[in-house]
């Protein structure tokens, strides 16, 4: 599965950091792995599974890494993975550097497959967040996807945004 990579409300980081993403309507947690030094959730909707799904939302914590540098690495990942795989150029901004990439037919599914990917560097910990399709998205699932990722908030001990309250 190319979108192995990314759902809890939240994830600690260091003391003081966390990442708040508030869970999308009709998803439910499909797998949740932890260790010391990396975490994953993937979310599928009501009635799929990791391995049979239509959507999927992750998050993914981990060490420490430029969070360009991560992007241009999984969009590296993905081309090396499935033929004709295209990425967009990695966009930094306020929240985190975004990137969208499209397989055109997964090898292991015989499927087109879609991420749209936010990378976001806290104190000590890298997030990723991420939106898979299993199919190729028009503009509407598009703009769902972005809406989705941009609901995350990273929050420190001195973070005046609501959600972090």
Request: charge should be positive; include cysteine; proline fraction near 7%.
């Amino acid at each position: 599965m190319l979108a192995w990579l990314t759902l809890a409300t939240l994830i600690g980081a260091q003391q003081g950091e966390r990442l708040v993403w508030p869970a999308a309507h009709g998803f439910v947690v499909g797998h949740h792995q932890e260790t010391p030094q990396a975490s994953i959730e993937e979310q599928v909707p009501k009635g799929e599974t990791v391995q049979n799904w239509t959507r999927m939302i992750t998050r993914i914590s981990r060490g420490p890494i430029d969070p360009l540098q991560f992007a241009v690495r999984m969009a590296a990942s993905w081309r090396q993975a499935c033929v004709g795989a295209k990425a967009s150029d990695p966009v930094a901004g306020p929240r985190g550097v975004d990137i969208r990439i499209d397989c055109p037919r997964n090898p292991q599914t015989g499927k087109p497959e879609t991420m749209f990917q936010r990378t976001v560097a806290g104190g000590a910990r890298l997030y990723i967040l991420q939106v898979a399709f299993r199919s190729t998205p028009g503009a509407q699932q598009a703009a769902w996807a972005r809406a989705q990722l941009d609901r995350a908030t990273l929050c420190r001990a001195d973070s005046k945004e609501a959600a972090c309250r």
